[in-house]
């Protein structure tokens, strides 16, 4: 489902289901030997589906950790994001050399509980879900407005290693597009020779669930050929 989302240069795999043949490394079952049955499948699934996509990719299966943060540490060249909610699993991953970084992030679609918008958003971005929640009912806006903000801290941690606050970025969300962008409110990291002042992502309503995804492609990198051809650029895609 997620893959209508996500541009061709990331393989996306997801699930409503628990695999009763997923597995875990020896390293992985270290991590969440204390886990209660819950965090367990969530846990387990979201990495048998990153597994399914890295093996699209050509790659071998491999542990995927959680670091500092919790957030996965991919395999060398690599990059990804995972999520999960009741009912539901993913995994992005793609070739480095291609996408400079993704984020990721299902929600159900259902209204926050109280208080958590408040604590989530900006004074204009809760006037704008309040609009939006008006003339488009049929979408929570004020979960959609936190996917997307998840969504943006999963691109951006592993860009900088920082920690980025719910008010460091200002959501927003387009309803006829879907899209949304996000623009941080932080002082701009440079990453590779460009200054980071934002992201543009996109978003899906299907199944009760608000699914948000961000992609970041990688610079445009020149290709040499021998003597006499033309130099071309490879367009990512």
């Given at each position: ?20 043949d ?72 793609a ?49 959609m ?20 606050d ?72």
């Open positions: 489902m997620i893959e209508s989302i996500l541009p061709a240069a990331v393989t996306a795999v997801d699930t409503f289901v628990d695999p009763p997923a597995t875990l490394f020896h390293e992985e079952e270290a991590v969440i030997r204390m886990a209660v049955d819950k965090r367990r499948r969530e846990f387990t699934t979201a990495r048998w589906c990153a597994r399914q996509a890295m093996g699209r990719l050509g790659r071998p299966p491999a542990p995927i950790l959680p670091g500092v943060r919790g957030e996965p540490q991919w395999p060398e060249g690599l990059v990804g994001s995972i999520t999960h909610c009741a009912g539901y699993r993913g995994a992005v991953v070739e480095r050399e291609r996408v400079t970084t993704v984020g990721i992030d299902a929600e159900p679609d259902e209204p926050l509980a109280n208080g958590i918008l408040a604590a989530v958003s900006l004074p204009e971005e809760r006037d704008r879900i309040a609009v939006l929640q008006h003339d488009h009912p049929a979408v929570s806006w004020d979960r407005l936190f996917s997307a903000k998840e969504s943006v801290y999963k691109a951006w941690f592993p860009l900088t290693g920082r920690w980025l719910f008010e460091d970025a200002k959501v927003v969300l387009d309803p006829l597009s879907g899209t949304f962008t996000a623009g941080l409110l932080v002082t701009a990291p440079w990453v590779q020779g460009r200054k980071l002042t934002g992201f543009s992502g996109r978003w899906l309503v299907r199944n009760g669930l608000i699914i948000t995804a961000i992609t970041v492609l990688a610079p445009a990198v020149p290709r040499t050929h021998p003597v006499g051809r033309r130099v071309a650029t490879r367009r990512s895609t």
